[in-house]
């Protein structure tokens, strides 16, 4: 499967983007999609996933602020961010493998995706 991640930008602290990651190939739906982050001289960090049974799972420095979502019919998975701050702003990646089934802690291990899109940079103004 390929992922092609898009919809960051530049935004004032407050502010909402809507990132966007087209996944191609067969069986999206079988697929759980993730979000992770890395910022400048951090590692990537986990940030959002969703699961192919519907389960949504969130990193502690994005929950209530952020939502993922998927649309099956345009094998597309969506990252809703509010209420960004300053330290929100990282390169954001989208993530797949059809293999993470079980544990929450499995979501966020990043080594467990197999498939990566080219990340996408949102900053975020003070």
């Known amino acids: 499967v390929q992922l092609q991640a898009s919809g960051g930008g530049l935004v004032q602290t407050g502010g909402s983007l809507r990132l966007s990651c087209a996944a191609s190939?067969?069986?999206?739906?079988?697929?759980?999609m993730g979000w992770f982050r890395q910022g400048p001289g951090k590692e990537r960090e986990f940030v959002a996933a969703?699961?192919?049974?519907?389960?949504?799972y969130y990193g502690n420095s994005v929950k209530d602020r952020f939502t993922i979502s998927r649309d099956t019919s345009k094998n597309t998975v969506y990252l809703q961010m509010n209420s960004l701050k300053p330290e929100d702003t990282a390169v954001y990646y989208c993530?797949?493998?059809?293999?993470?089934?079980?544990?929450?802690?499995?979501?966020?291990?990043?080594?467990?995706?197999?498939?990566w899109g080219q990340g996408t940079q949102v900053t975020v103004s003070s």
């Open positions: 190939g067969r069986s999206f739906s079988m697929y759980a």
């Open positions: 993530a797949a493998d059809y293999t993470i089934y079980g544990s929450s802690s499995y979501y966020s291990d990043r080594s467990r995706y197999s498939y």
């Open positions: 969703s699961s192919r049974a519907g389960g949504t």
